[in-house]
T-cell receptor, first 111, second 112 residues
Framework: GENVEQHPSTLSVQEGDSAVIKCTYS??????FPWYKQELGKRPQLIIDIRSNVGEKKDQRIAVTLNKTAKHFSLHITETQPEDSAVYFCAASRSASKIIFGSGTRLSIRP | DAGVIQSPRHEVTEMGQEVTLRCKPI?????LFWYRQTMMRGLELLIYFNNNVPIDDSGMPEDRFSAKMPNASFSTLKIQPSEPRDSAVYFCASRRTGAEAFFGQGTRLTVV
């Protein structure tokens, strides 16, 4: 069945440094790739998404890249801040189909 | 819009009891998802509906779990009988086709 692998499971970076989270997906028909941030005790919330007709997308300190050939996509956070500490989930989906999530990455920002 | 609304927020029940979780999706959204979140298994998709019709329930753990969507503005997830291993946070999410999914605040279920 469809599967999304996410690495690493935990990540600790110095404040101000960059963080990178990587995901791979199995369903080659997937065309929508959202990233969610979940703070402790809260619901997951979308921070950025990318569609299969685009290779890269940026929003301030956050960027996502997509390699459809390799079925890889990544989240890049630059100039990390304490409020970036959270669990991040990648996901893959076809338009009218289910959204499959990765296992999550717990990101900690060291002061 | 008030967003996706789930009730109750917290539920504590005894093993063997029936539990019903409720969800009101965002108006105009045509897909609804039920997820279960645990430390060990992350965000598991249990079932999803398109236009009120169940499309894929392969994630439902066993026959004790059932879900319904009688109309576009309401869905339920029922566990009968409940077991301690069902303890988790259950999220409902909704979206328009191909768009961002919005999550409810979740129901924290504890089965003792």
């Amino acid at each position: 069945g469809e599967n999304v692998e996410q690495h690493p499971s935990t990540l600790s970076v110095q404040e101000g440094d960059s963080a990178v989270i990587k995901c791979t997906y199995s369903d080659s028909a997937s065309n929508y790739f959202p990233w969610y941030k979940q703070e402790l005790g809260k619901r997951p919330q979308l921070i950025i998404d990318i569609r299969s007709n685009v290779g890269e997308k940026k929003d301030q300190r956050i960027a996502v890249t997509l390699n459809k050939t390799a079925k890889h996509f990544s989240l890049h956070i630059t100039e990390t801040q304490p409020e970036d500490s959270a669990v991040y989930f990648c996901a893959a989906s076809r338009s009218a189909s289910k959204i499959i999530f990765g296992s999550g990455t717990r990101l900690s920002i060291r002061p | 819009d008030a967003g996706v609304i789930q009730s109750p927020r917290h539920e504590v029940t005894e093993m063997g009891q029936e539990v019903t979780l409720r969800c009101k999706p965002i108006s105009g959204h045509n897909s609804l998802f039920w997820y279960r979140q645990t430390m060990m298994r992350g965000l598991e998709l249990l079932i999803y509906f398109n236009n009120n019709v169940p499309i894929d329930d392969s994630g439902m753990p066993e026959d004790r779990f059932s879900a319904k969507m009688p109309n576009a503005s309401f869905s339920t997830l029922k566990i009968q009988p409940s077991e301690p291993r069902d303890s988790a946070v259950y999220f409902c999410a909704s979206r328009r086709t191909g768009a961002e999914a919005f999550f409810g605040q979740g129901t924290r279920l504890t089965v003792v």
